[in-house]
């Protein structure tokens, strides 16, 4: 599903460029879910940015869908995204100006989905979130965790192929988020790719495969061998692939 290739952005410093990424080799499958780590400043976000298209490299190419995105014209690319990618901002990225209703309305109105369709939608979001006395609340008047939950049905309404999600839970309670990372492991089984980026090794467990980035690079990519991993190896297959995993 996606493909980075040599993917490096930095800015420039004196004479020096300073490295944000530094040659990204990484390629997703559909139906992956992956979970990034790392220290504070090593990336995450600007690669989440990169990945979901809001942010351009200095160099490299990025495949997504078998389409090569620095490519395409700015309307193509945007419509790319808006009709695949789902995006879980870290500082939420709410429209100040609009309802909680009316925000996690938006990704419908870009897919021309008629009036009906989207209210019943987003009554279904707002029951699911249990968010339904919010709904006529402006993001101002919501607490960092309402406002996180709020950005989680926005970016999940329109169904999105891809999921990206930068410290989705950081704003909430222990409940809510344990509730919100079974939720993505349920879309993931439903199909939906997940990359979600996290500082809590409890969260990243959820995923299929950890990649920890440090200063800009990958420093490990790894498989997750956790029961969900063990189940789709043995699924079409015996039990014989069970002895080799426990
Ligand atoms: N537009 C920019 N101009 C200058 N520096 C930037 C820009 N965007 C990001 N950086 C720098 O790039 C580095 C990586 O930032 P990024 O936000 O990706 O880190 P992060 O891993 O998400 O950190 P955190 O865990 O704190 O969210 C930081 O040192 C940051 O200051
Ligand atoms: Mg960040």
């Not at 600007?46 to 490299?60: A, F, K, Q, R, S």
């Not at 809590?200 to 495969?209: D, L």
């Not at 920890?212 to 014989?240: A, V």
Request: glycine share 6%; hydrophobic share 40%; charged share 25%.
């Amino acid at each position: 599903m996606i493909e980075l290739k040599h993917i490096s952005k930095w800015i420039n410093q004196g004479s020096k460029p300073n490295f944000i990424l530094k040659d990204i080799n990484l390629k997703v499958a559909e139906g992956e879910f992956i979970s990034i780590m790392g220290p504070s400043g090593s990336g995450k976000s600007t690669l989440l940015n990169v990945i979901g298209m809001l942010d351009n490299p200095n160099e490299g190419e990025y495949v997504f869908m078998d389409q090569d995105v620095y490519k395409m014209k700015e309307k193509q690319r945007s419509q790319l995204y808006k009709t695949h990618i789902g995006f879980v901002f870290q500082a939420y990225h709410l429209i100040d100006e609009l309802t909680v209703y009316e925000n996690i309305e938006t990704p419908l109105l870009y897919q021309d989905v008629k009036l009906f369709e989207r209210k019943a939608m987003v009554a279904d979001m707002l029951d699911k979130f249990q968010i339904v006395g919010k709904k006529d609340l402006f993001p101002a008047q919501l607490s960092g965790g309402q406002q996180q939950l709020v950005g989680i049905a926005r970016a999940l309404i329109a169904k999105p192929k891809l999921l990206l999600a930068d410290e989705p839970t950081g704003n909430l309670n222990s409940k809510q988020g344990e509730e919100i990372m079974e939720l993505f492991t349920q879309l993931n089984k439903e199909g939906v790719t997940i990359i979600q980026v996290t500082h809590s090794e409890k969260n990243a467990e959820y995923g299929t495969r950890i990649i920890h980035l440090l200063d800009g690079r990958i420093e490990r990519n790894k498989e997750q061998r956790n029961e969900k991993h063990i189940e789709r190896i043995i699924c079409p297959c015996n039990n014989i692939y069970i002895l080799l995993f426990i």
